[in-house]
Nanobody
């Protein structure tokens, strides 16, 4: 069973915007804090943003004020609105869920969605 499906990535110029979507299974979506992670070549996944079932959000400092994480409980979907994109924002973005420790995730990693920021 596919538990996480990311979409919405693409090629965008610096300063542009993208909205990523993560369709999650009902079990994952309503059990865990949901997060967006980013992976770049030669580096491990980095947690970018989180949202709780109650809608509380947190962000890594580098994206504060530019990225917004949200969730639609009717669709079991979490979103990441990315504005004012910079080249350093590029990478493969993944979603997953966790209980207490952000890197102790509850599901198998999906395919991710590629974000490229370039002129």
């Amino acid at each position: 069973q596919v538990q996480l499906v990311e979409s919405g990535g693409g090629l965008v110029q610096p300063g542009g915007s993208l909205r990523l979507s993560c369709a999650a299974s009902k079990t994952i979506f309503f059990t865990y804090v949901m997060g967006w992670y980013r992976q770049t070549p030669g580096k491990e996944r980095e947690l970018v943003a989180t949202i709780t079932r109650g809608g509380n959000t947190n962000y890594v400092d580098s994206v504060k004020g530019r990225f917004t994480i949200s969730r639609d409980n009717a669709k079991n979907t979490v979103y990441l609105q990315m504005n004012s994109l910079k080249p350093e924002d590029a990478g493969v973005y993944y979603c997953n869920g966790f209980l207490y420790t952000p890197y102790n995730v509850g599901a198998s990693w999906g395919q991710g969605t590629q974000v490229t920021v370039s002129s």
